[in-house]
């Protein structure tokens, strides 16, 4: 069965550095790779997504993530943060292109940013 | 506008006493799923439906149940809560397609007391 690291659990950060929060999974076969965001009393949302193609995949709000295949690494970056990213991040893994796919989460990561 | 809600936001509850969590959907989507979350761990996939077909995982335990009546909506029924149900209860939602993205609602935290 697929599983997801992430390392960082909890990550305190001062406004305008750069962040970059690891995610591994453990899976041979073809994966596609998100990640989520939640923020303070609301839904989880999308950020961003990989399916296939550029392993450098941009999301919103300034959100970028590398896919590197030897590593099985999809770690999310944001060269600035701001206050406004305080929020939990998880990363998440489906397998394969069709039929039944289940997600699969990290335990997810506490961005803390202070202003 | 919210495309997934959970109702209600939060539920108390008693020990042993039945109780069910209830998500919509406005999307359409073919297949919905039940999380549960507790405090710093990652959401767990309790069961999902596709379309009206049931799919329960492994080792979700039998005091959960679950229940689908149209496409619009799902519950989620705990016939016994115990202390160790007291969760966040996540519903989702996805559509038919090769590659899904799921999409949340807020999520109801239930307490057992």
């Not at chain 1, 896919?67 to 397998?95: G, H, M």
């Not at chain 2, 799919?55 to 202390?83: H, K, V, W, Y």
């Not at chain 2, 949340?104 to 307490?111: C, E, N, S, Y």
Request: glycine share 8%; proline share 4%; charged share 15%.
């Amino acid at each position: 069965a697929q599983s997801v690291s992430q390392h960082n659990h909890h990550v305190i950060l001062s406004e305008a550095a750069s962040l970059e929060l690891g995610c591994n999974y453990s899976y041979g076969g073809t994966v596609n790779l998100f990640w989520y965001v939640q923020y303070p009393g609301q839904h989880l949302q999308l950020l961003l997504k990989y399916f296939s193609g550029d392993p450098l995949v941009k999301g919103i709000k300034g959100f970028e993530a590398e896919f590197i295949k030897s590593k099985f690494s999809f770690n999310l970056r944001k060269p600035s943060v701001q206050w406004s990213d305080t929020a939990e991040y998880f990363c998440a893994v489906t397998l394969g292109s069709g039929g039944y796919q289940k997600v699969t989460f990290g335990i997810g990561t506490k961005l803390q940013v202070i202003p | 506008d919210a495309m997934v809600i959970q109702n209600p936001r939060y539920q108390v509850t008693q020990f042993g006493k039945p109780v069910t969590l209830s998500c919509s959907q406005t999307l359409n989507h073919n297949v919905m799923y039940w999380y549960q979350q507790k405090s710093s761990q990652a959401p767990k996939l309790l069961f999902h439906y596709y379309d009206k077909d049931f799919n329960n995982e492994a080792d979700t335990p039998d005091n959960f149940q679950s229940r689908r009546p149209n496409t619009s909506f799902c519950f989620l029924d705990i016939r016994s809560p115990g202390l160790g149900d007291a969760a966040m209860y996540l519903c989702a939602t996805s559509n038919r397609g090769t590659r899904r993205v799921a999409f949340f609602g807020q999520g109801t935290r239930l307490t057992v007391v």
